[in-house]
Nanobody, 115 residues
Framework: QVQLVESGGGLVQAGGSLRLSCVAS????????MGWYRQVPGNERELVAR???????TYSDSVKGRFTISRDNTKNTLYLQMNSLKPEDTAVYSC?????????WGRGTQVTVSS
């Protein structure tokens, strides 16, 4: 079992920044890749960024150059630094990992970007 808890969301003006955190607990030794996803009501959840246990990162085209994913394995924490935020970045952001065949999700944190 793995528990994921996100924090750091909020309301920010366009052009501003936020840093999201996702703390993992439980069977964390089996965690490899982790990712940030976002979802707007009525739309499918989409991958924002992903990082492997070795630190290899991938980003969606919509956030490349503006967002940075990182992880601190000593703190069991995943981060998402979001800069130059746009109103279209407004969504619920959730972290995700897979252990064995089980997918784990956090409950998410709301990010709202005003124009």
């Amino acid at each position: 079992q793995v528990q994921l808890v996100e924090s750091g969301g909020g309301l920010v003006q366009a052009g501003g920044s936020l840093r999201l955190s996702c703390v993992a607990s439980g069977n964390i030794f089996s965690i490899n890749a982790m990712g940030w996803y976002r979802q707007v009501p009525g739309n499918e959840r989409e991958l924002v960024a992903r990082i492997t246990s070795g630190g290899i990162t991938t980003y969606s085209d919509s956030v490349k150059g503006r967002f940075t994913i990182s992880r601190d394995n000593t703190k069991n924490t995943l981060y998402l630094q979001m800069n130059s935020l746009k109103p279209e970045d407004t969504a619920v952001y959730s972290c995700r990992t897979i252990v064995g065949l089980v997918v784990y999700w956090g409950r998410g944190t709301q990010v709202t970007v005003s124009s």
